[in-house]
């Protein structure tokens, strides 16, 4: 487990994370989500030890992180522009990370450089950004650590290659052990394989919650109600995060629990009432314009 105890981590006169805390479970896919410099790269470099927190720990299986290799050789970080040596080679980077990682696995390496048709002898300068990107993957899940953390790892990959990273993740998990934690700006990406996902908002937790449970909370409401004064009935009993008009139809974002969304529908007798489960990317937009993140406007005249 990953144990991130009230950590801040400041540049100066910008507070980059302020006072989080959260816990990484083993065995699950995790997601971390946020707005652009909300602090995901931040949090991700501090949890394998590269930046010291002001204040607060981060605890990987109970150990201080921070300077202690013990920790570190537990953790694999593949950056959103991983660094590969000046003119040097995929062999040059294994050479490199089994340094580092005792339990390097190079021929599981050079099986899978095989599989995806990757010469590990050629310079990485002449790789493409998606063969950067799939060599990074591939040094991470052969590192033999605990825990992968990925930031931005999809971007830049095709389909074809995104769909067998996943499965190769859920291959790592039932045989190894591995846990994956990843940050991405793509939310169908990560709705399709994180079971855990976290917000992060201005250095901040808005909510750290298992992705079933918060599809299970909050929904969307398209009704055709009898009068006005309904509305003003459903946001007494259910906080609505949304609300927008269309002539008669009325689209509501709300949190609530669906049995009891359900009484309130048999109780006002809706001429029109119809419950969605959100996407992970209409919780995110939702959560956002709450916290007063909407650029809706930048596109009016």
Request: glycine share 8%; proline share 4%; net charge negative.
């Amino acid at each position: 487990m990953i144990e991130i105890q009230n950590v801040t981590k400041r540049f100066q006169d910008v507070t980059a994370l302020s006072g989080i805390s959260a816990k990484i479970e083993e065995g699950h896919v995790s997601g971390i989500i946020g707005t652009n410099g909300a602090g995901k790269s931040t949090l991700m470099l501090t949890i394998c030890g590269v930046y010291r927190p002001e204040d607060g720990s981060i605890l990987v299986d109970g150990e201080p992180v921070y300077e202690n290799p013990a920790a570190k050789a537990k953790v694999f970080y593949i950056s959103d522009d991983q660094y590969f040596f000046p003119n040097g080679t995929a062999m040059d980077m294994v050479k490199y990370y089994r340094s580092i990682y005792p339990g390097f696995q190079t021929d599981r390496f050079l099986h899978l450089m095989e599989t995806l048709k990757l010469d590990p002898r050629r310079k990485i300068n002449t790789f493409s950004k998606g063969m950067r990107k799939q060599l990074s993957v591939m040094l991470g899940i052969s590192a033999g650590t605990k825990y992968l953390l990925c930031d931005e790892t999809f971007d830049g990959l095709d389909p074809v290659i995104r769909q067998a990273i996943k499965k190769l993740f859920i291959q790592e998990m039932e045989e190894h052990g591995l846990t994956p934690v990843i940050a991405s700006h793509n939310l169908r990406e990560l709705e399709d394989i994180c079971d855990h996902v976290g917000l992060l908002h201005a250095g901040g937790i808005v909510f750290s919650q298992d992705l079933d449970a918060l599809k299970l909370g909050i929904f969307k409401l398209q009704c055709v109600l009898r009068s006005k004064e309904q509305i003003e009935l459903i946001g007494k009993q259910f906080p609505i995060l949304k609300q927008e008009n269309r002539g008669m139809l009325t689209t509501l974002t709300l949190r609530g629990n669906q049995e009891q969304i359900g009484r309130l529908q048999a109780e006002l007798d809706p001429v029109f009432w119809e419950l969605l489960p959100l996407t992970l990317e209409e919780i995110f937009i939702s959560e956002m314009e709450v916290k007063g993140y909407d650029f809706s406007k930048l596109c009016e005249s």
